[in-house]
């Protein structure tokens, strides 16, 4: 009998080794290299023998196609970023923190599914039955018609999934836990966790039920195991949030059957994830209107607008290099923004400490935000106080000029529809007047201010100095 070959697999690149070193040459990172079952010996029977292929059916471009029938899970934040609902035969795989929700997001998803007459199975990995009923119990879900099982192995999974009437979703809670009997190695290894994937997947394909996959994260915020996982799943969500802040963030990074670009927005309470129907006035309460540093930047996630407000601190530094600190923001995109701040307006921040924060614990990932914190940054180093009725958007370049971006008529009615009256934007050709589709012109619902340079709001910050609004002088 042939002695099995030893591979080394890299635990966080998934790369093949030959043999054992303390750096793995893909991805660089040390001690992640693991003794593992070759990857032939993970092949099924027929296919180790080299069976003689058959012939498959080709088929044009042209034809009819349907959309993808949908299940709506009833919770309408979870259907916006899955695309309008759950695809059957689909899989999904959500990473997200510890203790950021994901549990008690996927149980408030089953049991709204069982409510409306769907089978319901959640296979945990991780806890106890009891300890699922008690989450349940503490949500108020306990009659929910949903079947737990507490199993980490995919063929008894698999084989219990096929008994009886086929599930409308499984959830699995999670991936890294799982392991299969093809593979000889420990649970949650690179080769486990893509093994249990496959079977999992061609479950679903097979039998046309939906599949959620729960993912680890590593310290890095991605989710851990081989990212072949990615590729193979339809759909990658990540479950976002601080665990100082009371709310969460569904956002799409990857789905094959709904766009990539939307968010979810749930707000965490003694009885679970409540959904928030206007994030914008979420994430606008409590701001301070009479301070400067602060200003709102009307932003797009997906198709929905969101408005959040930017803070800037500029004070002068104690040390040799200044210190740049960004939450919520590419701190790339700062450095940028502080450059053109001063090649272009001769705003010096060389000598100055900058923090920047996003409020809420929101994350902005779009360039449009640039002319909202170059405003902050100027507001916080002259003491001017920015308008509290207005908002901001645009996009600036190296040259010192503001781009238009889009949706801009979109940013505009979400801001008027939270009482803002003004809006500090680009003059746009299409977008800021118009619909943006070349049609009819649509009068903006609120006055805006154009700039075409960063100069511009540097000019008008600085015409404003420190003053006050009058409220703030009658209350000082």
């Given at each position: 009998?042939?002695?099995r070959?030893?591979?080394?697999?890299c635990?966080?690149?998934?790369?093949a080794h030959?043999?054992?070193?303390g750096?793995?040459?893909?991805?660089?990172?040390?001690?992640?290299?693991?003794e593992?079952?070759?990857?032939g010996?993970t092949?099924?029977?027929?296919?180790?023998?080299?069976?003689?292929?058959r012939?498959?059916?080709?088929?044009?471009l042209?034809?009819t196609?349907?959309?993808?029938?949908?299940?709506?899970?009833?919770i309408?934040e979870l259907?916006?970023?899955a695309?309008?609902?759950?695809?059957?035969?689909?899989?999904?795989?959500?990473?997200g923190?510890?203790?950021?929700?994901?549990?008690?997001?996927?149980i408030?998803?089953?049991?709204a599914?069982?409510t409306?007459g769907?089978r319901?199975?959640?296979?945990?990995g991780e806890?106890?039955?009891?300890?699922?009923?008690?989450?349940?119990?503490?949500?108020?879900?306990?009659?929910a018609?949903?079947e737990?099982?507490?199993?980490t192995?995919?063929?008894?999974?698999?084989?219990?999934?096929a008994?009886?009437?086929?599930?409308a979703l499984?959830?699995?809670?999670s991936?890294?836990?799982m392991?299969?009997?093809?593979?000889?190695s420990?649970?949650?290894t690179?080769t486990?966790?893509?093994?249990?994937?496959?079977?999992?997947?061609?479950y679903?394909?097979?039998?046309?039920a939906?599949?959620?996959?729960?993912g680890?994260?590593?310290?890095d915020?991605?989710?851990a195991g081989?990212?072949v996982?990615?590729?193979?799943?339809?759909?990658v969500?990540s479950?976002?949030?601080?665990?100082a802040?009371?709310?969460r963030?569904l956002?799409a990074?990857k789905?094959?059957f709904g766009?990539?670009?939307?968010?979810g927005?749930?707000?965490?309470?003694?009885?679970?994830l409540?959904e928030v129907?206007?994030?914008?006035?979420?994430?606008l309460?409590?701001r301070d209107?009479?301070?400067?540093?602060?200003?709102?930047?009307?932003g797009?996630?997906?198709?929905?607008?969101?408005l959040?407000?930017?803070?800037?601190l500029?004070?002068?530094t104690s040390?040799?290099?200044?210190r740049?600190a960004?939450?919520?923001?590419?701190?790339?995109?700062l450095?940028?923004?502080?450059a053109?701040?001063?090649?272009?307006?001769g705003?010096?921040l060389?000598?100055?400490d900058?923090?920047?924060?996003?409020a809420?614990?929101?994350r902005i990932?779009?360039p449009?935000?640039?002319?909202?914190?170059?405003?902050a940054?100027?507001s916080?180093?002259?003491?001017?106080?920015?308008?509290?009725?207005?908002v901001?958007f645009?996009?600036?370049s190296?040259?010192?000029?503001?781009?238009a971006?889009?949706?801009?008529?979109a940013?505009?009615?979400?801001?008027?529809?939270?009482?803002?009256?003004r809006?500090?934007?680009?003059?746009a050709?299409?977008?800021?007047k118009?619909?943006?589709?070349g049609?009819a012109?649509e009068e903006?619902?609120l006055?805006?201010e154009?700039v075409?340079s960063l100069?511009d709001?540097?000019?008008?910050?600085?015409a404003r100095?420190g003053?006050?609004p009058?409220?703030?002088r009658?209350e000082?």
């Amino acid at each position: 009998m042939a002695k099995r070959a030893a591979s080394f697999i890299c635990q966080v690149c998934g790369a093949a080794h030959t043999r054992w070193q303390g750096k793995c040459d893909a991805c660089g990172a040390w001690n992640s290299i693991a003794e593992e079952a070759a990857p032939g010996d993970t092949l099924p029977a027929t296919l180790r023998g080299g069976r003689k292929g058959r012939l498959i059916a080709l088929e044009s471009l042209s034809g009819t196609s349907e959309d993808a029938p949908r299940i709506r899970v009833g919770i309408s934040e979870l259907d916006r970023v899955a695309g309008g609902g759950l695809v059957p035969g689909s899989v999904l795989l959500i990473g997200g923190d510890p203790g950021i929700g994901k549990s008690t997001l996927l149980i408030q998803a089953s049991a709204a599914l069982a409510t409306a007459g769907h089978r319901i199975i959640y296979v945990s990995g991780e806890e106890a039955v009891a300890q699922v009923r008690l989450r349940a119990e503490r949500l108020g879900l306990a009659g929910a018609a949903v079947e737990l099982a507490a199993e980490t192995n995919v063929e008894d999974i698999v084989a219990t999934l096929a008994e009886g009437r086929r599930p409308a979703l499984v959830v699995i809670d999670s991936i890294q836990t799982m392991w299969t009997d093809t593979v000889e190695s420990a649970p949650g290894t690179v080769t486990q966790v893509r093994s249990s994937a496959q079977i999992l997947i061609r479950y679903a394909k097979r039998a046309g039920a939906a599949v959620i996959l729960v993912g680890h994260v590593t310290k890095d915020g991605q989710i851990a195991g081989p990212r072949v996982v990615e590729h193979m799943v339809d759909a990658v969500l990540s479950f976002e949030g601080d665990g100082a802040h009371h709310f969460r963030i569904l956002r799409a990074q990857k789905n094959r059957f709904g766009p990539t670009d939307e968010i979810g927005v749930f707000e965490m309470t003694g009885l679970g994830l409540a959904e928030v129907a206007n994030p914008s006035e979420l994430f606008l309460s409590n701001r301070d209107r009479g301070a400067p540093g602060t200003a709102v930047y009307a932003g797009m996630e997906g198709t929905r607008p969101v408005l959040v407000e930017i803070q800037a601190l500029v004070v002068p530094t104690s040390l040799g290099t200044p210190r740049r600190a960004v939450v919520g923001w590419d701190p790339s995109r700062l450095s940028m923004v502080l450059a053109v701040l001063e090649a272009r307006c001769g705003v010096k921040l060389g000598a100055h400490d900058v923090h920047l924060n996003v409020a809420g614990g929101f994350r902005i990932t779009e360039p449009a935000a640039d002319l909202a914190v170059a405003a902050a940054l100027v507001s916080s180093l002259s003491g001017a106080v920015l308008p509290p009725d207005g908002v901001y958007f645009g996009e600036v370049s190296l040259t010192g000029a503001v781009r238009a971006v889009p949706h801009a008529m979109a940013r505009l009615k979400e801001a008027a529809k939270l009482g803002f009256t003004r809006a500090v934007a680009p003059e746009a050709k299409g977008s800021a007047k118009g619909n943006g589709n070349g049609g009819a012109k649509e009068e903006p619902p609120l006055a805006i201010e154009t700039v075409s340079s960063l100069g511009d709001i540097v000019a008008g910050i600085a015409a404003r100095g420190g003053r006050r609004p009058p409220r703030e002088r009658q209350e000082g």
